[in-house]
């Protein structure tokens, strides 16, 4: 525990929060647009070309990020490399196969879908981190879950298929995040970023060649917004987590969610049915109090560390 983690909550360090907040909101609707630019592009040219563009200029960004903070040669040591690589691999297979799902299902109801990621993270946060998690989070788990079977409605006769592949980017985006939670305790958040990157490169770079096609003017421009908005988002994503902790940052990375209903609806005019937003209120409400009960978890142990460290005079 950092020594800094045991003082006491300052006028600054409320108004860091403040600005950390505001920093992810404004993230999120920056990934939203990347998603509607994403199922834009889905229409006219090949999943795998948009996302080895995409992964181009991210592993460039990653690079130079890196070189201005700890250094390129040192931000690709790692202690825990092998999952390092399986992360990268996750997230380009997780990716490309929300980006195909895109062709097939609305921006509004994929991040309706999405938004139970939190819950899968927490539900797996016990096998794979050996966390404990208390009946009161398990049972907001459970909600959550019922909020997304809501939204899918598995036993009617409106059931998307497609709904399937986007629960395996749920649950691979879950796994995705957890192993991202356990290699930060061991190496460098460029190190997390720089294979993010790379690894998702040489994947992509490794398919696109089968698919590639011609661009035009039109869809090389969208091409990059869409990489610009990608590396704008992680930008504003990196200087929140400097201002906030992640704890407190959890509950309004659901802000993709309201900016996907509002580009959704005036982009492509979707509209989420009554049953869909009644579920998405429920994962998202889910989420929220195991972002809430987190919090108030880890501050009681910081304060019992505290009190164990700086015991009170007798």
Known sequence: MKSEDLQQATPEDADNTVKGIV??????????????????????LPVAQIILVRFFFFALFALVYASYTIGIRRAFESKMRGQQILRGVLIVVEISLF???????????????????????????????????????????????IGTLIIIQPGSGDFNVTILIVLICVL????????????SREDHFETSLIYFGVVGLFISAMVAPFYWQTVNAGQAIWLLIISATSIIGHLLLIKALQFAPAVILQPFNYFVLVWAIIIGYFA???????????GAGLVVISGIYIARREYK???EAKRRLRRAMYPPEV
């Not at 404004?26 to 630019?37: E, S, Y």
């Not at 691979?172 to 290699?183: D, E, G, H």
């Not at 492509?268 to 009644?278: A, P």
């Open 99 to 145: 980006a195909w799902s895109l062709k097939f299902m609305g921006l509004a109801e994929m991040h309706a879908i999405f938004a139970s990621f939190p819950l899968v993270i927490t539900a797996l946060s016990v096998p794979m981190l050996g966390e404990q998690v208390g009946w009161r989070r398990w049972l907001a788990v459970a909600i959550g879950f």
């Open 172 to 183: 691979m985006f879950a796994v995705y995040n957890l192993l991202t939670r356990k290699v």
């Open 297 to 299: 978890v880890t501050r």
């Open 268 to 278: 492509y005019g979707e509209i989420l049915n009554t049953t869909s937003l009644i």
């Open 23 to 44: 920093a992810l909101v404004v993230a999120t609707l920056f990934f939203a647009g990347q998603d509607a630019i994403t199922k834009h592009l889905t229409g006219s």
